[in-house]
């Protein structure tokens, strides 16, 4: 094992794969200089022929991507602001998700997108967390939280014979932690529970997961026990391991970036409220983004989107009546 | 001999023509009878352009229609049973009833990502250096979308084995391409993108074919994309849904005019005016086509229907366990 970061796990498990494969290209803007950080070096060793750099067309170059995976490619498309993706969701959504059911299983699009999410101060059309549209539209969807847990979903992701969206969270793909040099795969679909736990489940997407453990680790001295699950993949979520924490619990919060209104925060709830009523000692909780648009001034922007810890604590400490 | 087709091809291209012809009318038929559920959208009188691109193609060649071109699925010799089994949505129609006549495979009910479709599948041609063409079709209507130009770009600045073929036939739904462009020829597009465009006659299946194939033939030697378009006329409404409105934006006497210039009729005036072949001749190749649209409609409708079960089942390439959800 060696100490690397998130995103260099992202870009070896990639690298290795195109190493292996011929038929995987990838493709976005500014990606023969890894502006994002992922392609680093990828263009000296596989030429302009597969990192293929883009004119500014996402909706363009993400039905290009489609039409190359209905041939036979395995291509990975990044998009250099997970925003950017609104200008391609009928490509997305609407064309290479549905082909495979519409055409009767005739045409298959294993296609990966690369989604870097970002929020700090930069606002409105660049701070919005896509993830939940994605779910609604039954895209397999996936959130890793830690570079182990990257590296072995996006492989998975190359490697399945669907559409998959990777979002790659904001601020922690600079975290370094112990990764195995050779290729694993971390299958889609399958949660983890990140730390054990008794008196509550906390469900965390993303970078919020990484606010979970912390806020867990502050409470624990407190005699408070949480227990943190993370989905990491958003559709389809585990819900079997879900279920069988909040057996154990009895009571959830719920943390997600994406708005309250129908965000993945509130699908879970659905779940459990079908499905785990007669576990529940309490409501479920919600801590999502606001019903607005991320504003820029920073004092705002921190009404609107949870730092995590504080409102996790909070909501616990509501919770448990303290 | 017309062109290189010697007697018997001629005869087939004809039959060809007749085929795309009639099994459009019959779906159009079949839907007024609710044999057939949900819209059509037919391109009887654009025959001289789906034939005459599935005449241009070669083997490997890849085409993405427009929702308006199953006709054109036909000339490519798909055989039409699957076709009305699939409008009738049963388990062995083309899309095993899940598709439904605006999403057969290769045609999009969405316009415009033909063209990025089929710029990525020649990438992909090109990538894997196969000799291979994909054509992109789009009408009128789509020629004004987006990702249609953003497409377009790249496969030029790619030089990608592509062919972008706009089948202008005047309308979009009850919008005249009069209106919503002030080009003459949408071919003309092409002077942005730096790539060659030609337009031709749209109603004479010869005309279409060799502009077709010589720029088919362009691309595959790596000179890149190129702009087809071919003026054209729909001679029944946008749809089958649409028909009962009786929107009078086109006159009857444009009709009327377009129907003069008829690709079918056309191309039999010419075999026989050529002393290519008799009347008897295309006689006997009317008959044939009429039996064999009979015998699909047959087969389609003594095709079982799909289990209920069916509609879960298809979802995912690569499956997990728990999805699809059902609603209740």
Same mark, same amino acid.
């Given at each position: 094992?060696? +100490?690397?970061? !998130? ?18 290209? !990838? ?63 009928? +490509? ?58 990257? &590296? ?69 001295? +407190? ?5 943190? !699950? ?40 659905? !779940? ?29 922007? &921190? ?20 | ?5 010697? @007697? ?44 005459? #691109? ?35 949505? @049963? ?103 730096? #790539? ?87 006689? @006997? ?7 064999? #649209? ?35």
């Amino acid at each position: 094992m060696r +100490e690397i970061r !998130y995103l260099k796990a992202v870009s070896e498990t990639i690298e290795a794969e195109m190493e292996k494969d011929p038929s995987i290209f !990838y493709m976005g803007e500014d990606v023969r200089y890894a502006l994002k950080g992922i392609p680093r070096g990828f263009i000296d060793k596989f030429g302009p022929e597969r990192i293929i750099d883009t004119p500014i067309s996402e909706a363009g170059f993400t039905g290009i991507a489609t039409g190359a995976a209905v041939q036979g490619m395995r291509p990975i498309v990044e998009f250099q602001i997970s925003m950017f993706c609104f200008l391609a969701f009928d +490509e997305m959504v609407n064309q290479a998700q549905k082909l495979y059911y519409m055409s009767g299983n005739r045409i298959k699009v294993p296609v990966t997108y690369i989604v870097p999410l970002n929020f700090g101060s930069i606002a409105g059309q660049h701070s919005d967390s896509p993830h939940s549209f994605m779910v609604q539209g039954l895209m397999k969807t996936i959130m890793p939280a830690t570079g182990y847990d990257a &590296k072995g979903l996006v492989l998975s992701a190359i490697r399945d014979d669907d559409p998959v969206i990777v979002f790659l969270p904001a601020g922690i793909t600079g975290r370094k932690s112990d990764i195995p040099e050779e290729q694993y795969t971390i299958p889609i679909g399958v949660g983890d529970i990140k730390r054990e736990g008794t008196d509550i489940t906390i469900v965390a997407t993303g970078r919020l997961v990484l606010k979970a453990l912390e806020a867990a680790e502050n409470l624990e001295k +407190e005699g408070i026990s949480l227990e943190v !699950y993370d989905p990491r993949t958003l559709f389809p979520f585990d819900k079997p391991l879900l279920r069988k924490s909040v057996e154990k619990t009895g009571r959830v919060i719920i943390m997600d970036d994406s708005t309250r209104t129908c965000g993945f925060a509130a699908e879970v709830a659905a !779940y459990l409220s079908d499905e785990c009523f007669s576990f529940l000692k309490a409501p479920i909780k919600r801590i999502t983004r606001a019903d607005v648009p991320v504003p820029f001034s920073l004092i705002l922007e &921190k009404q609107v989107v949870p730092e995590g810890v504080k409102e996790l604590t909070e909501t616990v400490y509501g919770m448990l009546k303290k | 001999m017309i062109e290189n087709f010697d @007697k018997e091809k001629c005869l087939d291209i004809y039959r060809l023509l007749k085929m795309s012809r009639r099994f459009e009318q019959k779906t159009l038929e079949l839907g007024g009878q609710g044999e057939i559920l949900g819209s059509l959208h037919v391109g009887v009188g654009q025959e001289a352009v789906h034939v005459g #691109i599935a005449l241009a193609l070669k083997d490997g060649d890849i085409t993405f229609r427009t929702h308006r071109d199953s006709g054109q699925m036909v000339a490519e010799g798909i055989d039409p049973k699957y076709l009305f089994a699939e409008l009738m949505g @049963k388990i062995n129609g083309y899309c095993m009833g899940l598709g439904g006549s605006m999403h057969l495979p290769g045609i999009s009910g969405v316009l415009g990502v033909n063209a990025p479709m089929a710029s990525g599948a020649a990438l992909a041609f090109k990538l894997r250096n196969e000799k291979r063409v994909a054509v992109g079709q789009y009408g009128d209507g789509a020629s004004n979308l987006g990702p249609l130009h953003e497409s377009m770009n790249m496969a030029a600045i790619w030089k990608l084995p592509v062919v972008f073929i706009c089948e202008n036939n005047g309308y979009a739904v009850t919008t005249s391409i009069k209106y919503s462009s002030l080009l003459e020829n949408l071919s003309d597009r092409g002077k942005a993108w730096g #790539i060659p465009g030609e337009t031709v006659d749209g109603m004479d299946v010869m005309a279409v074919y060799k502009a077709a194939s010589r720029l088919i033939e362009r691309a595959r030697s790596g000179e890149g994309p190129a702009i087809l378009e071919c003026k054209t006329y729909r001679y029944e409404d946008h749809s089958k849904s649409t028909a009962n409105l009786v929107l009078s934006y086109r006159s009857k006497d444009e009709i009327a005019e377009w129907m003069k210039k008829d690709a079918i009729a056309g191309w039999a005036g010419k075999l026989l005016d050529e002393k290519i072949c008799t009347k008897a001749d295309l006689d @006997k190749i009317d008959e044939l086509v009429e039996k064999t #649209i009979e015998e699909a409609v047959e087969f389609a409708r003594n095709s079982p229907l799909p289990e209920p079960e069916d509609a879960f089942k298809h979802m995912y390439a690569t499956e997990i366990k728990g999805i699809p959800q059902k609603g209740w």
